[in-house]
């Protein structure tokens, strides 16, 4: 912390609750690692004072701040502009400070596609499957459609997810030329027809963390076939139930959603810094 000086950048993290996130490690640990003068704090901040919150990113010069629950949607009118990845989602989790310019982003989506790309499968020109369509899945699509995914199978369950689920598949529609369709998750044919048929599955929706540890989407094994790639945007546990199924089903490239959740950060970290994040002792520092 010697670093700290009259010229430190400030970058906060403004939800409610948030004491418990790991971004302050990972960026405070980048930080340091590569020298560079900023510092990253947590702030517990409600939606009702989330206009306080913005202003004080103008007011204190603050060089941005990442957004979380419940305040990803309700930031929108306090900024300047948004970026096409948080104009698709009607989300921002990341808010760069240009001189005064308040820019929001989604961060989300370029996590999962970067952190995909990473392990060596490309979305572009390929088919998925997604079931969730809440504040993770919907910029793992939206983003995944931008960068040239051909088609996309979303599945939801008929909750008060669903309208909004069908929003994104018609943005998608309209705005990129990935070619997106909605389905209830309660139509299982429809769902294993399209496992059959896809060269990716997502799993966002949480079930298979805790209190839903024994719990997977799909039971059946025979549902995976061995060259899918399976993704669940859990990461604690490191190894899902869904995950468990897909390994024993003989699936080779099955994932959780740590890879997803350090670069979503690190996306974040390039936009403040325009320096790569250092990965290996980012993620070595939240193990
Ligand atoms: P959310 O509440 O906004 O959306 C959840 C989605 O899953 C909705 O579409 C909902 O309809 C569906 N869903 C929820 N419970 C379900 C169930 N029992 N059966 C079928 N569908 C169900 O939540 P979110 O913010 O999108 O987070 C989803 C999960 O993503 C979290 O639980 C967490 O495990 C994971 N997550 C991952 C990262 C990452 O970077 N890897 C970051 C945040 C959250």
Redesign the pocket.
Known sequence: MTRIDGHTYLIGLMAYPIRHSMSPTMHNTAFEALNLNFVYLAFDVPTEKLKNGVAAIRTLDMRGSNVS?PNKQAIIPYLDKLDISAELNQAVNTVVNDNGVLTGYTT?GV?FVTDLKKKGHEVAGKKMVL???????TPIATQSALDSLSEIRIF??H?G?FDH?KETVDIINEKTNCQASLTD?ADQAALKEALAWADIFCD????G?KP?EDQS?VEDPTWFKKDLVVYD???APRETKLMTIAKNAGVDHVYN??G??IE?GAAAFKLWTGQDMPIDLVQAAIE
């Open positions: 629950m989300d996590g079931i969730g369509a809440g504040g993770v899945g939801n369950r909750d997810r689920a998750l966002a929706t949480g079930v963390m839903l989407l945007t859990v990461y959603g740590l997803m959740m979503q």
